[in-house]
């Protein structure tokens, strides 16, 4: 028997025809160094339309590759629209790569054209005679450099066609959207997103068992739109009518507290680094006001639990983790406590990763590929799949990363009966100590609850008798003074005693990737080439 329901494709243009008809209103504001640039989504996707246009007129067509090298503001968001709805293929680039890293993807993505932010036109000089395959760049605001060579200007560009492109009718299963992972290991490996899973991520981000974003809600996006798409915010933003505030290249702290109390977002999505500094700032600033804020999304590592406290006790506000990765389009995994969870245990929930959100499946593994139980106690690897997690890699052939049917996630830990993910660690990152566990995660959680400590991050170092040992490597707050032995002391409180580290470490800022997660391989090359000061305690 056949089904009788109409197959209309799930395509990104229709998420932006739906927000620009019953949300045409909505705005996006754009913080710029003079105040806030403000559009409707009806305004937003017009230019959008004329923008495609432009890049029909350059030569562009269906499947073609063009990039994006910018800041979260109004025109990234236009080229999030007209990119893939005219059928071509978006492709963002993350400005914080090592220059070779990114002409590596830009040469093997094939892009075409590159839309650049004019304050960003240095760091894509770096790399502009190694990018053969550009044919034309668009700068998008004032460029006198010159450091590009021929450019076209984006407002004028725009400004020269008429609204009314017609979104062309697509196979929803075509490629929409590229992104890289960060590269931690090896090269960068490229993630094609289709229409069809963009819209599904879509409209699992506006579930209340997820982010839950809807039309009442305002959001701070600080996750960058090079990013794994902003964590599908920017799409989702049309699909729910939720207003968008892009923050642009004000990422510290002080300026975020400022849009906070000024632009009163619902929600806002960022690393756990960020959070860290806007508490940092928050802890000085009489004009503080956090009270538009119904909750906080954070993700890309894992949240301490003294910042989900912090947040809760002292601004009333709920934050909640979310778990993904490029190759999960990212939202996998949502720390939302089940209902009825008593008040007193909600943190419980909170602190771990998450539990799958409807779509995805997750299951755990050991090194053999079979399935472990579900008890909360027992320690595997991760796999996942569903219609938004990739089964390959883009020109790359990388079997070890799939299973079965399964993307294997590299993190460890364990899964409960309800669900629920706790991770220990990246199998990078693992520490395996007398043939036991140490989970570096949990320790940097802790240590980072200690009053005096801003970072802290806690690698694997070579050992004689155990193999492996955790070397402990601290930022303390500014003003702040503590010796190792104070904090092992507080530590000892609080973990196992042989989870205890031995060495020590004080340093001025834990190195970041890309993306904002702690490098830890960059401290690892630090302890092995001797550039850290390590304190060695019995």
């Known amino acids: 028997m056949q089904s009788t329901m109409q197959d209309a494709p799930l395509l990104i243009s229709d998420i932006i025809r739906h927000g620009e008809w019953i949300y045409a209103d909505k705005k996006i504001f754009t913080v710029t160094p003079d105040g806030v640039d403000v559009a409707t989504f009806y305004e937003v996707s017009k230019r959008a339309e004329r923008l495609a246009a432009a890049l029909v007129e350059l030569g562009i067509g269906q499947g073609d590759r063009v990039a994006t090298f910018m800041w979260n503001n109004q025109a990234h968001m236009e080229a999030y629209i007209a990119i893939p709805c005219m059928g071509a293929v978006l492709h963002t680039l993350n400005i914080r790569l090592f220059p070779e890293q990114l002409a590596y993807i830009i040469q093997h993505a094939e892009d075409e054209i590159i839309i650049v932010d004019s304050s960003l036109v240095p760091l894509l000089a770096k790399v502009r005679d190694q990018i053969p395959s550009v044919k034309c760049i668009i700068v998008n605001g004032p ?268 993190d460890i830990g364990t899964l409960d009966a309800e669900g629920f993910m706790v991770i220990s660690d990246r199998t990078k990152d693992v520490i395996k100590s007398g043939g036991e566990w140490i989970s570096s995660v949990e320790l940097e959680s802790t240590m980072m609850a200690h009053p005096s400590v801003f970072e802290a991050a806690v690698v694997a170092i070579p050992d004689e008798k155990w193999q492996e040992r955790p070397l402990c490597c601290v930022v303390l707050r500014p003003g702040e003074t503590a010796t190792a032995e104070e904090l092992r002391a507080f530590l000892a409180e609080r973990v196992a005693k042989w989870w205890l580290p ?35 305690l019995g």
């Open 502 to 536: 031995e060495r020590w470490t004080f340093i001025d800022a834990v190195p970041k990737t890309s993306v904002g997660k702690f490098d830890k391989k960059v401290l690892r090359a630090q302890y092995h080439d001797g550039e850290l000061d390590v304190i060695e």
């Open 143 to 410: 460029e006198t450099t010159g450091l590009l060579g021929d450019t076209l200007d984006y407002e004028t560009l725009v400004s020269a066609q008429q609204p009314g492109f017609v979104w062309p009718d697509l196979d929803e299963r075509s490629a929409a959207i590229m992104c890289y992972t960060s590269g931690t290991t090896g090269n960068p490996k490229g993630v094609v997103y289709s229409h069809r899973s963009t819209w599904l991520h879509s409209m699992a981000s506006t579930t209340a068992n997820s982010i839950g974003m809807c039309e009442g809600d305002r959001c701070l996006l600080i996750v960058p739109m090079f990013h794994v798409n902003a964590w599908g915010a920017a799409y989702t933003s049309f699909f729910a009518g939720t207003e968008l505030i892009m923050p642009q290249m004000f990422l510290q702290g002080g300026p975020i507290v400022k849009m906070i109390r000024e632009l009163r977002p619902t929600i806002s999505l960022g690393v756990p680094t960020i959070w860290n500094d806007v508490l940092r700032v928050a802890e000085t600033d009489p004009d503080v006001d956090f009270s538009s804020l119904r909750g906080l999304l954070a993700g890309g590592s894992a949240v301490p639990r003294f910042m989900i406290e912090t947040f809760r006790d002292k601004y009333g506000i709920n934050m909640v983790q979310g778990w993904g990765m490029t190759e999960t389009s990212p939202l996998a995994a949502v720390s939302l406590p089940p209902a009825g969870t008593p008040p007193e245990l909600e943190i419980d929930y909170r602190v771990k990763a998450g539990r799958v959100v409807a779509g995805v499946q997750m299951r755990l593994v050991d090194d053999e590929g079979t399935t472990l139980e579900k008890d909360g106690k027992t320690v595997g690897e991760f796999e996942i799949r569903g219609p938004w997690i990739t089964a390959s890699y883009f020109g790359v052939d990388e079997p070890d990363k799939f299973h079965d049917g399964w993307l294997r996630t590299g």
